[in-house]
């Protein structure tokens, strides 16, 4: 975290200044429900408290002049003081030797546009290999944590081109982050959901808010990056990966490309797991594919000590002899806890009989790390509840991509789960709490499948073909219609 000193002037909309300089994520997208953006009045008079800050501030934030920066308003000159993430984090994969000795090279730059973070891959076109990867935080953070909110703000009028340059705004930081050779770049991929998708190109996202799910297209889109703001030369070609369906949008395509899909051979599962869960099954040479609401809970929003993964968040969960350890990203003093965590809690309070097979958590709250005086971790009924709402969810989704194949669970051959979170993924616990089947089947993490599908469609002609194989072979099975979902998701709700 940075903490900076920041000075809105009298009259202004605080909510709008901060989104505008890219100060502050608003998660819930400025509602005032989700408390996390929260900071300190330093001078000025910020109106009295709303009712959303009555009932989120403890009474020492309230004496602290802590506020909710969504609720305040500028009555005079205001000084604030903002705890802002750092934009850009460590790429989480290391950086290759000799990726700055990229002089003469055509390089190509493949993006997965995530509705959090941003990841690129900077590669040598001429050998395939890449050179960099970096991941930054996604500026359009500020218009809300999920893709609803966002969408929800570009039906005001200019909101789809603000949302347009937020998102460009991100992707320039990242490719400066790569290299300082931009005018290198000869082709760009992008890999996201239908919706970021949509954003990259500044078209509208109306009727992929709303059942049934519309996107304005589908096939991949072939632009000047340059004209959309890429500090790239003109004509320089981006190419977007091929929506699948109007919720399963070219993330999924990339990922199903990068782990081979049609090879894996018939009952491979992938999962994605973010706000929403995308599942996809194999099956007699078609990939059902289905979009389940998973809610945030897994990225660390939705929860009451909810935080992305980074300094300060627990990131794991663990028992020793009755007692429970925890290991906090940057080995800080613990601020909150992260997705993959959280289902690591959950296992553990089950395995000490703290929650109880229908969810139900002994005591108000269950601290992990510290205590009430000293601001500590904790654990409260309704992120318990919120938990088993992702984990079923997530697993009704399956039955129900199974069960449109026509084939059983016992056919699943193999479970893939793309994103980050799928590292750091606990097996053993994902089981536990029911989140993933208790198969004798490899579960195997396979990272950010998204981005390595795009940059398979930039270096390779035949992988884009082979996209086009995976989009002609897709199957939508809508979950709101199918009984065995909503059988399932009932069923699911409780713990095994
Ligand atoms: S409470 Fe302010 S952004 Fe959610």
Redesign the pocket.
Same mark, same amino acid.
């Given at each position: 975290m940075e903490e900076r000193k920041i000075r809105c002037p009298k009259g202004a909309d605080v909510k709008e200044f901060l989104r505008e300089n890219s100060l502050l994520f $608003?998660?819930?997208g *400025?509602? *005032?429900? @989700? *408390?996390? @953006?929260r900071g300190r009045v330093l001078k000025g008079d910020a109106g009295k408290l709303t009712k959303e800050e009555e009932t989120l501030l403890t009474e020492k934030e309230k004496a602290e002049n802590v506020r909710? $920066?969504?609720?305040i308003r500028a009555v005079t000159d205001l000084e604030l003081s903002v705890e802002r993430e750092k934009p850009v984090f460590v790429s989480e994969y290391p950086e290759q030797k000799g990726s700055c000795g990229c002089q003469e090279k055509r390089l190509g730059l493949a993006l997965d546009m995530g509705t959090t973070t941003l990841a690129g891959l900077l590669v040598d076109l001429e050998t395939g290999r890449a050179l960099a990867e970096k991941t930054v935080w996604n500026p359009q953070g500020c218009y809300g944590a999920d893709i609803i909110s966002r969408m929800q703000y570009c039906l005001q009028p200019g909101g789809t081109e603000r949302m347009q340059e937020k998102l460009i705004e991100g992707l320039r930081e990242l490719l400066g982050c790569l290299t300082g050779q931009a005018e290198e770049i000869a082709r760009i991929t992008a890999a996201g959901n239908s919706a970021m998708t949509h954003f990259l190109l500044g078209r509208k996202t109306d009727t992929l808010a709303y059942a049934p799910f519309q996107p304005e297209f589908f096939d991949s889109q072939n632009v000047d990056a340059e004209k959309l703001g890429f500090p790239v030369p003109k004509g320089t070609e981006l190419l977007t990966l091929p929506l699948l369906q109007g919720q399963i949008g070219g993330d999924i395509t990339g990922a199903l490309l990068s782990v081979d899909i049609f090879e894996k051979g018939e009952g491979t599962l992938l999962f994605d797991l973010g706000t929403n869960g995308e599942i996809a099954f194999y099956w007699k040479g078609k990939i059902y594919v289905c979009s389940t609401a998973a809610g945030p809970a897994l990225e660390g929003a939705g929860i009451s000590c909810g935080m992305r993964a980074q300094a300060g968040a627990i990131e794991s969960v663990w028992l020793t002899g009755g007692n429970i350890f925890t290991k906090v990203i940057g080995n800080r003093k613990a601020e909150g806890i992260c997705g993959s965590a959280l289902i690591d809690a959950v296992s553990v309070l089950l395995d000490l009989g703290k929650i109880h097979p229908d969810g139900y958590l002994e005591g108000d709250r269950f601290f992990l790390s510290g205590t009430e005086e000293s601001g500590g971790v904790f654990l409260t009924q309704e992120d318990i509840r919120q938990y088993q709402l992702v984990k079923a969810a997530i697993r009704a989704g399956m039955e129900a991509v199974v069960h449109a194949a026509d084939a059983e669970q016992k056919d699943i051959s193999g479970i893939y789960i793309a994103g980050a979170f799928g590292n750091s993924l606990r097996k053993r616990n994902a089981v536990r709490t029911g989140l993933l089947p208790d198969l004798s089947v490899e579960i195997t993490a396979v990272g950010n499948a998204s981005l390595k599908g795009a940059a398979l469609v930039l270096v390779s002609e035949n992988a884009r073909k082979y996209v086009k194989k995976i989009q002609d072979s897709a199957v939508l099975v809508p979950l709101a219609e199918a009984e065995e979902f909503k059988e399932a998701y009932i069923r699911e709700m409780g713990f095994p």
């Open positions: $608003f998660d819930c *400025g509602r *005032g429900t @989700c *408390g996390k @953006c909710l $920066f969504c609720q």
